[in-house]
């Protein structure tokens, strides 16, 4: 948590990058030393064959922006192809995911509310047709993310 106001370049080299394989790159536009208290903000640039995260639901709501580029959402077991300036809202325990089969990146703006709820990673026969889904039903970021490469620092993606 920060009690100051600060500026961050998302293009720049003070911003902070992480990429997983198979889920692109995100600049974590928080704190390097903590989290905001009430909402996590996040830009996420989604490669061409990559996914977001898993397909997922938390307890908290969730807004996402396609700053550039297109993908397709699966919401609740409903595919929605987004292009540049769509908006997608997702309520509090609406699951989601977003997967990039486009031949250029995606990049989205994903804002969630911070209220300490828990996060649920069904199983979806949809999401697992778009390698992004888990074959067993996980509770934790841990176990539904066990065996796959960790979130690594890097540099700012071209934006």
């Known amino acids: 948590m920060t009690d100051t106001w600060f ?26 030393d903590g989290r905001f208290e009430q909402v996590g903000i996040h830009l996420s640039v989604i490669e061409p064959g990559d996914r977001s995260t898993l397909y997922h639901a938390e307890e908290a709501q969730e807004d996402f922006l396609v700053l550039r580029g297109s993908c397709t959402a699966i919401v609740d077991e409903h595919e929605r192809d ?21 031949s250029e990146p995606c990049v989205l703006l994903m804002v969630g509310a911070r209220t ?26 841990h ?12 540099s700012p993606a071209p934006l």
């Open 7 to 32: 500026v961050v370049n998302a293009g720049e080299a003070d911003a902070r990058w992480v990429e997983r394989a198979g889920f692109g790159k995100r600049c974590l536009l928080e704190p390097e």
């Open 82 to 102: 987004l292009k540049q300036w769509d908006f997608v809202h997702c309520p509090a325990g609406t699951r989601h995911v977003f997967v990039n089969e486009g």
């Open 116 to 141: 300490g709820g828990g996060i649920h990673y069904p199983v979806s026969e949809i999401a697992l047709r778009h390698r992004a889904g888990v074959e067993t039903a996980a509770h934790s970021p």
């Open 143 to 154: 176990d539904a993310y066990a065996g796959l490469d960790p979130w690594r620092p890097t």
